[in-house]
């Protein structure tokens, strides 16, 4: 696996499990088992993250009886492991629109959405195109007058 694609996936492992416990109540395996059909995530990774949530406030658990071996320890959302859900979810997709609009493809002439100067007006030098259809990157740096 390609190593990036590793850190986003831990990158928001715990605003999945929080997302997964805001539907229904969970225990462990089932966890790992739905974060490994939906990102591939291992099941090793699980369990030392619910016990930090746990400890964080996340999330508490309870025991509920298993006709097929021991009790299961669920666990379920506290509210401020909802407040964090939603805190995290908002950051997510603020984030994740930025990114899209970098990774965008721009039609040819068109200006990037991110070339734009420090007032927010489109940077001319990024609307020009040379021979080949292609904007050239330009990259603008402030100068500062070091002289007292």
Known sequence: ??????????????????????R???????????????????EGTIYPLMRRMQKDGLVST???????GPPRKYYTLTETGRRSLEAQ?????????????ILAPV??????????DRTGTRNAAA????????SPLTVQKPFRNTQP
């Open 89 to 101: 979810r908002t950051a997510w997709v603020t984030f994740t629109q930025a990114v899209s609009t």
């Open 62 to 68: 309870y025991f509920v009886e298993s006709s097929s």
């Open 107 to 116: 039609a040819k002439g068109d200006t990037p959405p991110h070339a734009k």
């Open 1 to 22: 696996m390609e190593p990036n694609l590793v850190q986003f996936k831990k990158g928001v492992l715990e605003l999945c499990v929080l997302a997964l416990l805001s």
């Open 127 to 134: 609307t020009t195109t040379d021979t080949t259809g292609h």
């Open 24 to 42: 229904t109540d969970s225990y462990g395996y089932d966890i790992a088992s739905r974060l490994s059909d939906a990102i591939d995530m291992g």
